[in-house]
Structures are given as structure tokens and as C-alpha cells.
């Protein structure tokens, strides 16, 4: 009898074991094809944005006229000191939101000079299967652990269904410091702080990042005729460059310039 036991426990540890070996080789597969489907996505991105400057290269031949690209603003994560006077606690949450890549970044840096362990336990929900990848960086990914939408959309309507089956869920939503400045009264309907306030699902708004005006005003070179748009981002640093002139050493020559918003 004791020989009985102790060989049905041998088979049952074997049968564990090789269930846990499956279970990981498929976990390994769907990172793979993933990771394969994500090449293929990222080198169509890079012809895209090929053909993108093709044609502004094209319009600068035709005209004969200089095009600068020149980035009005950048991002910066928040200080430690600046996160703490949130008064959040990341490990009362059992789950996160992301809207952005940047937004991962700075939560693990932010995580990682409070010395957060953050346990396996932990849910990430991301806006696109793109975004849910980049996690692979940080966390040992488990398609059991990540969610996103199944169409590549990336729309955040798209990611509701998930987070409403995983409604118990305590909700940390990683955010800019502009998150609502620069969104129109439609935007705002369909973000998804709006969507999860609406699904009365909990969570907690945190600001991890911000973004932070280029200073052009001691750039000598900046002499343009016109200036071309992008986002509301720009249109704002630009209107507090105007305003920062009226003390400014070197007044910057705005009203000569033309503005167009694409």
C-alpha cells in the first residue's frame, strides 16, 4: 500500500510537471508570434513615416522653401517628491491601466527608486496590443496577467469589456500632467477616465509624467515665416513663448508669422 502511494504521488508530481512545461511553452509561443507580428508592424510604421517625409521633402523641391521639424515640447517623468505629494500607494492597487508607452516607463522608473516590488499578482490593462508588448520590458509577460483589445484599433471604447469582467479590480490609471488641458468636450466622452467614471468601475488617477515646453526663445536660428501644427500641445507652448517675449532680451518676431493647424 505505501508503495502504491508513493508511486501514484510520483505520477501526479509528473503530470504536474509536464502540464506546468506546456502551459509554458505556449506562454513562449504567444510571445513569439506576437513579437513576429509586431516586426512586421513595425517596419510598415517605418515606410509609412518614409513616405510621410518623402512628401514634405517633396513640397520643400517644389517651392524651394526650408523645412524645419522642431519639437515644441517634450516629455519629463515627475521627481519622487513630486509623485509622493500625490499621496498614492502603488501596492493598493491590484491593476493598471496604460494608455502610452511612456506612461509604462515612468511607472517602473517611478516604482523602481521607491524600491516597489510589484507583485505577480498584478493585472495590466493596455489600449492596444502594441502597448500590452512593450510591457515585455518590465514584467514577465502572461497573456493570463495582460489584456488589451482584440481589434487593433486602439480604441479605448474597445478595452471597456475587459476591464468591466475584472470590475472588483482597484484601478491605478497612469497619466500626463496635461491628461485633460488639451482634450475637446468629444474627446473627454470617450477617454478613459470618462468611460471607467461612467461604468462606475474604481480607480485612481495618477500623474507620472509631464510634458514641458521647449525654450526657442534664446535660439537665434528661429526665424521662420510660418509655423505648422501638429496638436493643441504646440499651439500652447507657442502662446506662452509669445507671452514670455514681453520680457524676453531678444523679442521673437511672431507677428511676422503665418500658423497653420494640421
Given at each position: ?122 493585472k495590466y490593462f493596455c489600449v492596444s496590443e502594441k502597448i500590452a508588448l512593450y510591457l515585455q520590458k518590465f514584467i514577465k509577460y502572461r497573456k493570463r496577467k495582460v489584456f488589451f483589445p482584440a481589434t487593433e484599433t486602439s480604441k479605448v471604447e474597445e ?104
Amino acid at each position: 500500500a505505501v508503495t502504491e502511494t508513493v508511486v501514484v504521488s510520483k505520477t501526479r508530481g509528473a503530470e504536474e510537471i509536464a502540464a506546468l512545461e506546456e502551459k509554458i511553452l505556449e506562454d513562449e509561443q504567444f510571445v513569439i508570434d506576437k513579437l513576429t507580428a509586431m516586426l512586421a508592424k513595425v517596419q510598415e510604421l517605418a515606410e509609412n513615416m518614409a513616405t510621410a517625409s518623402e512628401k514634405y521633402f517633396d513640397i520643400a523641391s517644389k517651392y524651394n522653401v526650408q523645412i524645419d521639424f522642431k519639437p515644441f515640447i517634450k516629455v519629463e517623468g515627475l521627481s519622487l517628491q513630486e509623485f509622493r505629494a500625490q499621496r498614492i500607494e502603488v501596492l493598493d492597487f491590484t491593476a493598471v491601466i496604460f494608455t502610452a508607452k511612456t506612461a509604462i516607463d515612468h511607472f517602473f522608473r517611478l516604482c523602481d527608486e521607491m524600491r516597489i516590488t510589484i507583485p505577480e499578482t498584478m493585472k495590466y490593462f493596455c489600449v492596444s496590443e502594441k502597448i500590452a508588448l512593450y510591457l515585455q520590458k518590465f514584467i514577465k509577460y502572461r497573456k493570463r496577467k495582460v489584456f488589451f483589445p482584440a481589434t487593433e484599433t486602439s480604441k479605448v471604447e474597445e478595452l471597456l469589456p475587459q476591464i468591466k469582467r475584472h470590475s472588483d479590480e482597484k484601478y491605478l490609471v497612469s497619466v500626463a500632467d496635461v491628461y485633460d488641458v488639451n482634450k475637446s468636450v468629444d474627446d473627454k466622452k470617450d477617454d478613459i477616465v470618462s468611460l471607467l467614471e461612467k461604468n462606475k468601475i474604481t480607480y485612481t488617477k495618477a500623474v507620472m509624467y509631464k510634458t514641458v515646453s521647449t525654450d526657442f526663445t534664446q535660439d537665434k536660428n528661429f526665424k521662420y515665416d510660418m509655423l505648422v501644427f501638429f496638436s493643441p500641445s504646440g499651439v500652447s507652448v507657442c502662446a506662452s513663448m509669445m507671452v514670455s517675449t514681453c520680457s524676453s532680451v531678444r523679442p521673437m518676431p511672431f507677428s511676422s508669422f503665418r500658423v497653420s493647424a494640421m
